[in-house]
């Protein structure tokens, strides 16, 4: 794998952060790692260096056509080939009760956590399409599965993303590319923040395990979803929660 180009999505911090060091770990390839501002840009290009793993960080929000376009202008200058891994991970939750959701809510999270994904998978499918090979990874989650209230918007974002991922990975298996989601459940990151203590413990007396997952617990599905190993595997999830959902 070590020749491949790897594009990594959100690195900047929780799940991206813990792919980034996993990629830079098992010296999966040449990486590039999206953040939203220059702090994200930065703790990245830390994280190469650390490693001494070649690759860029480049800014790139989810929100903006414009910045799907630039950014993958960027890579091709830059490597002159489209990435052969594509990692969907950045993500954005609005949460709000229907009743109460406003249109903006809505459309935000349909755009940062679907739409763009559908540009970025349809920009690098091309080349992957070409060099008879690749791998799309998308991070979906367990809301897809089950929904959640007050998030409407964020559990149809996801679970169109599985949707999306089948789809994609049914027209282009026969090209030796694999598809494929991850469903994470609660996992240890800023996106649980807004959760207080005692919100904290009914979740955790709903999760079999005891326990919250960390970050490295999708790292390493990400890293199996990359190998030679599940080569056979496309159009699927892996619901990584903790036994929460048994599906
Ligand atoms: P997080 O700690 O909040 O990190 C979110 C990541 O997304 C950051 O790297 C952030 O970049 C990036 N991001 C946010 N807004 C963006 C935008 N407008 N454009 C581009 N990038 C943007 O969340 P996380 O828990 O690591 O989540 C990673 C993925 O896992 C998401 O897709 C999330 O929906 C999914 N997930 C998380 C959980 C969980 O319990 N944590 C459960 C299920 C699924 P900056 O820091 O540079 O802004």
Same mark, same amino acid.
């Given at each position: 794998?070590?020749?491949?180009?790897?594009?990594?999505?959100?690195?900047?911090?929780?799940?991206?952060?813990? /792919?980034?060091?996993?990629?830079?770990?098992?010296?999966?390839?040449?990486?590039?790692?999206?953040? =939203?501002?220059?702090?994200?840009?930065?703790? /990245?290009?830390?994280?190469?260096?650390?490693?001494?793993?070649?690759?860029?960080?480049?800014?790139?929000?989810?929100?903006?056509?414009?910045?799907?376009?630039?950014l993958l202008e960027t890579v091709k200058a830059t490597f002159d080939r489209m990435?052969?891994?594509?990692?969907?991970?950045?993500?954005?939750?609005?949460?709000?009760?229907?009743?109460?959701?406003?249109?903006?809510?809505?459309?935000?999270?349909?755009?940062?956590?679907? =739409?763009?994904? !559908?540009?970025?998978?349809?920009?690098? =499918?091309?080349?992957?399409?070409?060099?008879?090979?690749? +791998?799309?990874?998308?991070?979906?989650?367990?809301?897809?599965?089950?929904?959640?209230?007050?998030?409407?918007?964020?559990?149809?974002?996801?679970?169109?993303?599985?949707? !999306?991922?089948?789809?994609l990975a049914a027209e282009v298996a026969s090209r030796n590319i694999t598809v494929?989601?991850?469903c994470p459940g609660f996992i240890e990151t800023d996106m649980l923040n807004f959760?207080?203590?005692?919100? +904290?413990?009914?979740?955790?007396?709903? /999760?079999?395990?005891?326990?919250?997952?960390?970050?490295?617990?999708?790292?390493?599905?990400?890293? !199996?979803?990359?190998?030679?190993?599940?080569?056979?595997?496309?159009? =699927?999830?892996?619901? /990584?929660?903790?036994?929460?959902?048994?599906?």
């Open positions: 794998m070590s020749e491949k180009l790897i594009l990594l999505t959100g690195a900047s911090r929780g799940i991206g952060q813990a /792919i980034l060091h996993k990629l830079c770990q098992t010296k999966a390839g040449v990486i590039v790692a999206t953040a =939203t501002g220059e702090t994200g840009q930065k703790a /990245i290009q830390e994280i190469l260096d650390q490693h001494k793993t070649q690759g860029i960080a480049l800014l790139w929000n989810a929100l903006s056509q414009d910045s799907h376009i630039q990435p052969d891994v594509l990692i969907n991970n950045a993500g954005i939750t609005r949460d709000n009760l229907l009743l109460r959701m406003k249109p903006g809510e809505w459309n935000d999270v349909i755009q940062a956590n679907l =739409t763009a994904i !559908f540009h970025l998978s349809q920009a690098c =499918t091309k080349g992957m399409i070409r060099k008879r090979w690749g +791998r799309i990874i998308n991070i979906s989650s367990v809301v897809a599965r089950i929904g959640n209230a007050g998030q409407a918007n964020y559990a149809a974002a996801k679970a169109g993303v599985v949707g !999306f991922s089948k789809s494929n989601c991850i959760m207080n203590e005692e919100q +904290r413990k009914q979740v955790l007396q709903k /999760i079999p395990m005891g326990r919250l997952g960390s970050a490295s617990d999708i790292a390493h599905a990400v890293e !199996f979803l990359m190998s030679q190993q599940s080569a056979y595997m496309t159009g =699927t999830c892996l619901d /990584i929660n903790g036994g929460l959902v048994m599906l």
